[in-house]
C-alpha cells in the first residue's frame, strides 16, 4: 500500500551530496526576501511541503519546532511551499512557528531543485509539491537530502546529519 510520504519507487535528487546547492531568492510571509547568500557560514536546513495547515504538514512543522537536537546545531530552518503570504502568516502563528515560511507560488525553483512534478499518492499519478528536506553547509553546498520523506523522526535525523557533518569539518 503506498502512502503519501512513500512512493511505489524510490526517486532520485538531480543534486548530489557535496554539490553546490542552487541559489534562491524566495519571499517570506513578511515579504521579506530570504537568499541562500544571506545564510553563508550557517547550516541551512530547507524543508519544502506541500500545503499549509494540512496534518502532514502541520507535524512536520511542528517537529522542526519543537526538535531540541535541531535547535543545538543551530542550523537556520525555512520552510518552503506554494502557499501565499496570508497562508503562512496564519500557519506560523497558529502554531507559534519561529522560522520564515517561504513562497514558491508557480513552483519555479521547487521545479529546479525536483521537489515539484509528477508524484504518486493513493495509486494516482499528478503533478505537486514533493516533501523532501535539505541540509546545506555554510559554504552553501549540499550535506544530504532526504526525498519521499516520512515526517516521523526526521528533524532529529537532520539534526544529526548536520552534527556528523560539523564533526566531519573540524
Known amino acids: 500500500m503506498t502512502t503519501p510520504d512513500a512512493p511505489e519507487t524510490p526517486e532520485t535528487s538531480r543534486l548530489q551530496p557535496g554539490?553546490?546547492?542552487p541559489a534562491f531568492a524566495?519571499?517570506?510571509a513578511d515579504g521579506k526576501t530570504h537568499a541562500l547568500a544571506d545564510y553563508a557560514g550557517n547550516y541551512v536546513v530547507l524543508y519544502v511541503y506541500p500545503k499549509?495547515?494540512?496534518p502532514g504538514c502541520t507535524k512536520e512543522a511542528c517537529d522542526f519546532r519543537d526538535s531540541?537536537?535541531?535547535r543545538a546545531v543551530g542550523a537556520a530552518i525555512l520552510g518552503l511551499s506554494r502557499d501565499d503570504a496570508g497562508s503562512h502568516t496564519a500557519f506560523a502563528e497558529k502554531y507559534s512557528l519561529p522560522f520564515p515560511l517561504l513562497s514558491d507560488p508557480d513552483a519555479t525553483f521547487m521545479k529546479e531543485i525536483g521537489s515539484y512534478g509528477p508524484k504518486t499518492l493513493y495509486g494516482k499519478t499528478s503533478d505537486g509539491v514533493k516533501r523532501q528536506t535539505f541540509v546545506i553547509d555554510p559554504q552553501g553546498k549540499l550535506v544530504k537530502s532526504w526525498?519521499?520523506?516520512k515526517v516521523e523522526g526526521r528533524a532529529d535525523a537532520v539534526a544529526a546529519a548536520?552534527?556528523?557533518d560539523q564533526v566531519g569539518h573540524a
Open 19 to 21: 554539490e553546490a546547492f
Open 26 to 28: 524566495l519571499p517570506d
Open 52 to 54: 499549509d495547515d494540512t
Open 68 to 70: 531540541a537536537p535541531l
Open 147 to 149: 526525498l519521499a520523506v
Open 162 to 164: 548536520i552534527a556528523a
